[in-house]
Nanobody, 128 residues
Framework: QVQLVESGGGLVQAGGSLRLSCAAS????????MGWFRQAPGKERVFVAATRWSGGSTYYADSVKGRFTISRDNAKNTVYLQMNSLKPEDTAVYYC?????????????????????WGQGTQVTVSS
């Protein structure tokens, strides 16, 4: 069973930056896509960003476009989420997720039900 381990969360002031990392436990792990989701207290888990593992396509929630960047290092089996210009409303637990098989529709990347593996989450708190 593949394990995804997130790191990089913390407390930051509004306008600051953080970089989250998500490493897969198996060196041979080769998902079709990796994504980041977040869940604020009392709210549903929502899509933040996703990327195809082979590269080329990235997807972002409207709320983070222009501020967040998803990237990957296939050699390290790691996906990153660079978060800039953070806002208090970005406060949440951030989860990375992996999808094993192909997804044909762009809309599929946004649905957490389409992902097979999940990390334990890392807390991001943005103070005003």
């Amino acid at each position: 069973q593949v394990q995804l381990v997130e790191s990089g969360g913390g407390l930051v002031q509004a306008g600051g930056s953080l970089r989250l990392s998500c490493a897969a436990s198996e060196r041979t792990f080769s998902p079709y896509a990796m994504g980041w989701f977040r869940q604020a207290p009392g709210k549903e888990r929502v899509f933040v960003a996703a990327t195809r593992w082979s590269g080329g396509s990235t997807y972002y929630a409207d709320s983070v476009k222009g501020r967040f960047t998803i990237s990957r290092d296939n050699a390290k089996n790691t996906v990153y989420l660079q978060m800039n210009s953070l806002k208090p409303e970005d406060t949440a637990v951030y989860y990375c997720a992996a999808r094993k098989s192909i997804m044909f529709l762009s809309s599929s990347y946004y649905d957490p039900n389409n992902y097979d593996y999940w990390g334990q989450g890392t807390q991001v708190t943005v103070s005003s």
